[in-house]
């Protein structure tokens, strides 16, 4: 089956920092992942839609200038954490739509991110 | 506005069975996913129903009613290896994915 990979799958970094966490298609091509933030004891929560050559699309109450993300080919898409802050310490995690249908997505093992 | 609760946590016996219920109010509906994820790991993909129904796969089985918004997962012949979160997750009019907060699954020997 198709694999996502993330990295670093864990980080902890300083206050006002920045962090980079890569996503990668291993063995297909996605012109489209998702990044999701998950709290603790909270549901997944979409962050932005990342798009191969394209600028991302940020859901609401996403700030596009902390949280940048690059889709610069069809296997790649990295989130850069900008000036980092505790309230940012959350699992990152980042998915891509099934190749063979409409709905599943492949998701990666997730990055935590702990700023201290 | 979109909501889909289920319950927070739920326990059960080793060689039970239990059922983890959804329901769901979202803008339009093109389909019901449940995920399991052990903690500090992704969702593993479990199974999406569309049409009202049960579908069965193995040990688990899932249920959908539109009409009543609402789901079901059902656990057989538990293991302790499913001792995991649950998550259900609606993919509403604009294909996007609304996700539950997860029902955390106690397995007990």
């Known amino acids: 089956g198709a694999v996502v990979s993330q990295h670093p799958s864990w980080v902890i970094c300083k206050s006002g920092t920045s962090v980079k966490i890569e996503c990668r298609s291993l063995?297909?091509?996605?012109?489209?992942m998702f990044w999701y933030r998950q709290f603790p004891k909270q549901s997944l929560m979409l962050m932005a839609t990342?798009?191969?050559?394209?600028?991302?699309?940020?859901e609401q109450g996403v700030e596009k200038d902390k949280f940048l993300i690059n889709h610069a080919s069809l296997t790649l898409s990295t989130l850069t954490v900008t000036s980092a802050h505790p309230e940012d310490s959350s699992f990152y995690i980042c998915?891509?739509?099934?190749?063979?249908?409409?709905?599943?997505?492949?998701f990666g093992p997730g990055t935590r991110l702990t700023v201290t | 506005g979109q909501n889909i609760d289920q319950p927070t946590e739920m326990t059960a016996t080793e060689g039970a069975i239990v059922q983890i219920n959804c329901t769901y109010q979202?803008?339009?509906?093109?389909?019901l996913f449940w995920y399991q994820q052990h903690a500090g790991e992704a969702p593993t993909f479990l199974s999406y129903?569309?049409l009202d129904g049960l579908e069965e796969k193995g040990r688990f089985s899932s249920f959908l009613s539109r009409s009543k918004g609402y789901s079901y997962l059902l656990l057989k012949e538990l293991q302790m290896k499913d001792s995991a979160s649950y998550l259900c997750?609606?993919?509403?009019?604009?294909?996007?994915?609304?996700w539950g907060a997860g029902t955390k699954l106690i397995i007990k020997p």
């Open positions: 997750a609606v993919l509403d009019s604009n294909y996007q994915l609304i």
């Open positions: 063995d297909f091509q996605a012109t489209t």
């Open positions: 979202t803008s339009g509906f093109n389909g």
């Open positions: 129903n569309v």
């Open positions: 998915s891509a739509p099934s190749l063979h249908n409409s709905y599943e997505q492949y």
């Open positions: 990342s798009n191969e050559g394209s600028k991302a699309t940020y």
